[in-house]
């Protein structure tokens, strides 16, 4: 019976310096934009709000997932202020951020579903998998951002950056965080969503990536890569 054999190119075959690449990428991205839960987390110390500014941030640009923090917490800094907002002056409030129906549903709920917790917000992830429109980057995000505890949060930036250097082979963020978890040395837990965030935003981003200004250019691999005309 004969197998079908996957051609592995010499971009593919190569294998890089993890530690390496991410030193080169957190000092190329000290100048840049921090990302906004990040933002907050470093300015308030406070999961409430790393939580909720976690859940309005999915699928939405930064500086409106800011601005739409901004309107909510000056009318619900904690858990028993939110509780007394109804869901349609919550949609009021963080409107024009990405899905912001289902969000609005989800803050809603977020008072009385962490009631089993005291109703403060838990730091394990199967906890935090129990709270509305919480998924694993979010609980991931949450407990290293606002807890300062291991795990490893990817979101598209970072299981997309993570196959373009061939650290990684596979087809969805699930599948990534779970190869990171055994391949990724902890010591990165912590960082390395907030560093490949930020570089993913502002040089290798999804499309006309910046290659021609990228600091790893001679040594990355870029699998995958289409760069911008004149790279």
Known sequence: MLTSIKTITRKEAMTIDIDRFLATVAEEVKGYQVPVVDLIAVQTKDPFKVLVATILSARTK???????????????????????????EIETLIYPVGFYHAKADYLSQLPAA???????????????????????????????????????????????????????????????????????????????????????????????????????APQCPKIGVKPRKGN
């Open 62 to 88: 930064d500086q409106t997932t800011a601005q739409a923090c901004s309107r909510l917490f000056e009318r619900a800094p904690h858990r028993e202020a939110l509780a007394q907002l109804s869901r349609e």
């Open 114 to 216: 962490l009631t089993p917790f005291g109703g403060k917000v838990p730091a394990e992830i199967d906890d935090l998998l129990t709270l509305p429109g919480v998924g694993r980057k979010t609980a991931n995000l949450v407990r290293t951002v606002a807890f300062a505890l291991p795990a490893i949060c990817v979101d598209t930036h970072v299981h997309r950056i993570m196959n373009i250097w061939g650290f990684v082979r596979t087809k969805t963020p699930l599948e990534t965080e779970m190869a990171l978890r055994e391949k990724l040395p902890a010591r990165h837990w912590l960082t390395v969503n907030s560093t490949l965030v930020a570089f993913g935003q502002g040089t290798c981003t999804p499309v006309g990536p910046h290659c021609d200004d990228c600091p790893l």
